[in-house]
């Protein structure tokens, strides 16, 4: 299985700040992930797929770049509404894996 | 507009079959690329793959959890079907539904969750 490593796992931050995740996985997947932002006892959403594609409805501050391994997911101005809890997703091969999550706090 | 709603038991016990329901609308799977997943998440856990349905009624399972699960689909119904054998308190979850295209996962449920009782 390919392993999907988030970091960090925790990130504070301010409204107005520019944040970045990454995502690291355990082989190469060429350019077959995905983004979910999940709030609280909701379902993720879709925001980003083929790992820079912008998901229809996503706010254009999110942004996605990367292949291989090494992955990044970038809000370019937090608002309030993104505080959440963001996954990736490999879609290179079965089974399908999912990144721990990391969870975006107000600081 | 796409929608996709779980259903089944809240709550069943060890050694029990699971039989959940996902029911669809705003697309079709006789669509070719189409296709529905399932994905789970523990209480305050991460997500976890489950299975998958194409449109051509090809299926693809998680590897740990092949011989428990089941997946079918009733396209006139527009419902896809899980079923997961031998229950234990560690398959507590949430069991989200998804419209699957081309890898990633576009719409989701909103999820059911099913606790597990020994």
């Known amino acids: 299985d390919i392993q999907m490593t988030q970091s960090p796992s925790t990130l504070s931050a301010s409204v107005g700040d520019r944040v970045t995740i990454t995502c690291r996985a355990s082989?190469?997947?060429?350019?077959?992930l995905a983004w979910y932002q999940q709030k609280p006892g909701k379902a993720p959403k879709l925001l980003l797929y083929?790992?820079?594609s912008l998901h229809s409805g996503a706010p254009s501050r999110f942004s996605g770049s990367g292949s291989g391994t090494e992955f990044t997911l970038t809000i370019s101005s937090l608002q309030p509404d993104d505080f959440a809890t963001y996954y990736c997703?490999?879609?290179?091969?079965?089974?399908?894996?999912f990144g721990q999550g990391t969870k975006l706090e107000i600081k | 507009q796409i929608t996709l709603k779980e259903s089944g038991p809240t709550l069943v016990k060890s050694t029990q079959t699971l039989t959940l329901t996902c029911t669809f609308s705003?697309?079709?799977?006789?669509?070719?690329?189409?296709?529905v997943g399932w994905i789970r998440q523990p209480p305050g856990k991460a997500l976890e793959w489950l299975a998958l349905?194409?449109?051509?009624?090809?299926?693809r399972h998680s590897p740990s959890l092949e011989s428990r699960l089941t997946i079918t689909k009733d396209t006139s119904k527009k419902q896809v079907v899980l079923t997961m054998t031998n229950m234990d308190p560690v398959d507590t979850a949430t069991y989200y539904c998804?419209?699957?295209?081309?890898?990633?996962?576009?719409?989701w449920g909103q999820g059911t969750l099913v606790n597990v009782s020994s």
């Open positions: 998804a419209q699957w295209v081309a890898g990633f996962f576009g719409s």
């Open positions: 705003g697309f079709s799977l006789t669509t070719n690329g189409v296709g």
């Open positions: 349905i194409y449109w051509d009624d090809d299926k």
């Open positions: 082989q190469t997947i060429s350019f077959f």
């Open positions: 083929k790992a820079s």
């Open positions: 997703h490999q879609y290179n091969s079965f089974p399908y894996t």
